[in-house]
């Protein structure tokens, strides 16, 4: 490059040549041409940062961020994909003891459902209870999975929410047939009416198999296999909803045996009453000489006393059956309550 210089200004020869020949600009002239450039690289930088926000925020968020064993194992077994990985990484998953997740999730979070964790909003973290027994395997992948879905609704467009929000409400509308989880939409529209759609949102992808396929379309964007989520939750919800069918079952055998038991517990008092008005008889004859009466009489007082005390054979035997029954039917309520134990944040185990 060329310098020409004079005693009033200096001049810059710059390899831009425009009707063949140089444009020579003075040093202000190269100065602000400078300064354009700076300015237009700046602009593009802020334009790029605007477009592209949410992702410079997860690379710092993620930089040197290597999730703990446990915490990528829920994310294995949950099917979740790159994208779904990102929104649970984002959130540095913790799962707590109880005393720690009663302050990380304070009434769990506000929780109706059959999951045991919070979401803290614009990715502030996802926290879930640490259960370690072994009959509620899947509460804790079916949480994560629920957690994380909360943390992908935020972070969609107001366009993409009017779509989605459209489509789950229509599901609960026309759809939805389990009544446990349309009980459990019913009871967020009382606690939390202005995340209920959030809420179905995080419940229809985690807990409901078949799905519309366009909301099923809309979940392949977080998981390969959402119906392995499914599967966690029909077999964590399995296990309270039987023991409780099993109670239920016991309680209505119970009933039919306590009315036969009152049932025949009348015939034996009214047996009981017959047979001593004809023991009376009996006596009375006997008393007054009457032999042949009172002989004629005993066959059909001893029939009396058989048949009472065979009456109260099976009276005995319905009772040990009640029994029987009232000591299975509380061995699975004791193991039902345990089971709620084990979820209950107010209840910690002794040690």
């Known amino acids: 490059m060329q310098q020409q210089t004079n005693k009033t200004s200096r001049t810059i020869e710059i390899t831009t040549s425009l009707n063949g020949r140089f444009r020579l600009l003075d040093q202000r002239g190269a100065s602000m041409l400078a300064t354009l450039i700076t300015l237009s690289v700046l602009l593009v930088i802020v334009g790029f940062g605007a477009v592209n926000r949410q992702d410079i925020f997860d690379y710092i968020k993620l930089r040197g961020y290597t999730p703990p064993a446990e915490v990528s194992a829920l994310a294995s077994e949950t099917t979740m994909n790159s994208y779904g990985r990102k929104i649970f990484y984002v959130n540095a998953p913790a799962i707590d003891s109880k005393s720690i997740f009663k302050t990380s999730c304070p009434n769990n979070g506000g929780e109706q459902s059959i999951v045991l964790g919070c979401y803290h909003g614009n990715q502030s973290g996802i926290f879930l209870l640490n259960v370690t ?98 599967a966690f939750a029909d077999k964590y919800q399995s296990e309270f909803s ?14 039919t045996l306590k009315t036969s038991i009152s049932a025949q517990e009348a015939t034996l008092q009214s047996r009981q009453a017959a047979i001593g008005q004809s023991q009376s008889g009996l006596q009375e004859m006997r008393s007054a000489g009457q032999v042949e009466a009172y002989n004629a009489g005993v066959a059909g007082f001893n029939a009396q006393v058989a048949q009472y005390n065979g009456d109260v054979a099976t009276l005995k035997s319905t009772i040990t059956k009640y029994n029987t029954i009232v000591s299975a039917r509380n061995a699975v309520a004791v193991e039902e309550s345990e089971l709620a134990s084990a979820l209950n944040t107010n209840v910690e185990t002794i040690k």
């Open 242 to 255: 039987t023991r409780q069918s099993a109670v239920e079952k016991y309680d209505a055998q119970l009933a």
């Open 133 to 230: 027994d072994p009959r509620l395997g899947g509460v804790a992948e079916v949480t994560a999975a629920h957690e994380m879905l909360h943390g992908a609704y935020d972070r969609l467009s107001s366009s993409e929410k009017t779509t989605i929000n459209a489509m789950v409400q229509s599901y609960y509308d026309t759809g939805l047939k389990d009544k446990r989880i349309k009980d459990t939409v019913d009871g967020y529209r009382k606690s939390e009416p202005k995340d209920v759609v959030n809420e179905m949102h995080s419940i229809f992808g985690t807990e409901v198999s078949d799905l519309p396929a366009p909301l099923e379309a809309y979940y392949t964007r977080y998981f390969t296999n959402r119906k392995a989520v499914v």
